[in-house]
């Protein structure tokens, strides 16, 4: 073991001391002893013990420690202290900026365990109650967190869908080859992207050559008719090198996901592509119905596709409302009469304000006497702005036992019911499901809010049952949400064909904060996209007078 390990096991001990808020001087001595031993000119391994206490700065304690080190290789202590700590707290350790008193109050203070609800929390704005943490704290942090996790080489579509343009436009200009075509997880617009594929008209050999004089490539690896490198020391990329084939045969077999792929072969064995040949012509010879890159996911796209039944897949265009949305009366940036100017400027017939509820006090929730006040300036600005019109709504929290956040005469106040968890989100699914079910069944939810609570790249969300919520949706005519935020997705895509079957509506929210927010909506799109939702059975798709009617209906059925 050497000096800069020695060093650093003192270092860490003594973060952990303070995340634990343990003996602060003790603490202190340990970081003091981590900053001398990194400057020792001498190696501590192999010097007598005697020799190894009459360095300045190491005492007693420390000198036992640092012998203890190197007899066994770690310290007691700090395993100890490691053993206690969640994974993610300790990867918090990581965030430059942030130091362990401050994790300290993050994980005991705010219950917070791992950087993505952390970053979550930031967006929210839950920080800035507690002492210490100012705006440009929070700030600092997202920068950071966001900086860190790119480091590890994950992102979330949203933060690689500008690069992944950028790069085609850089290949183009670097290799000089006209036709660069992206491809791969990418082409399928999945969640989460660890690695950009593109394939290039060109010889690898050539393409090795000129990339050669352009460092952010940092080459890894070549396969037969690949290479692989990471760029800019972020992401990795790889390139599909060919010469004489066709690119559209590439495309497509690069582009499938493997069972997909391997169904395809087996029923389409002889089908090769013919020189020149589109996937359009392709797929009509395959006597298949064209399927988008985004649903070329399994086996079973090709039945559908056999029997020409896929239906033209949602578009952005095709949202006519801003359902769940957050003003400044809650946790959002906006006042509700700029995010009114704001959706009218983007075309959109109607926005459905949905502030959290009080128990959501880190987010400003509102109060009984609030929620009053805003229904009063919703229907002045309804006068003002008609025929546009805002909606009044909330985000109720689902409490602990499953109940809403307020009484049913306050509830039948609003248009509409976004039912979400946001608390004690640690559960496990007979205590998730009883929770949800409870919501779903009360008659004034009308559409369940980010079904598990998951968070990509970093919280699985809570363990449920998608089966019976399905049907208990589909029961009690509860709409459920696809949360446009590119974090969330939440439903899962998966699911939304099931949903269908069962004759559930969805609905793409963006849970906008502000009103660029509002943008959120195109990565629900790309989700819905691969789980074949149509503009059809999409709430956020239905037009004013389609979404008021269905409201109405919706009331009178349920006796509301
Ligand atoms: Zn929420
Ligand atoms: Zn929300």
Known sequence: MDNYQIADNFSLLSKLMDVHKENSFKSKSYSIAARNIDKLQVQLEGLAHEKIFSFPGIGEAIGKKIIEMLETGKIKVLEELIQKTPAGVLEMLQIKGLGPKKISVIWND?????MGELLYACHENRLLTYTGFGEKTQNN?????GFYQQKQGHY?????????????KHLVKISGVKNIFITGAFNRQEETIDELEYIISSSADTIKQKLRAHPEFLFNLELPGELLYKYDDRIKVRLFCINDENPAEKLFFTTGATPFLEAFKKEHSIMI???NEDELSFFHRAKLQFIPACLRENDLILQKAKNGGIKKLIEPKDIKGIIHSHSNWSDGVNTLEELAKGCIDK??????ISDHSKAAFYANGLSEEKIIEQHELIATLNKKYAPFKIFKSIESDILNDGNLDYGNDLLSAFDLVIASVHSNLKMNEEKAMMRLLKAIENPYTTILGHMTGRLLLSRKGFPVDHLKLIDACAANDVVIELNAHPRRLDMRWQWIQHAFEKGVLISIDPDAHSIPEFENIKYGVLAAQKGMVSKENNLSSFTLEKFEKFLSDRKTKKGI
């Open 141 to 145: 942090i997202i920068e950071a967190i």
């Open 156 to 168: 979330l579509y949203a933060q690689v869908e500008e690069l992944a343009g950028q790069l085609q």
């Open 347 to 352: 075309g959109f017939e109607y926005l459905v």
């Open 110 to 114: 705010m219950g917070i365990e791992n």
């Open 273 to 275: 592509f013919e020189k």
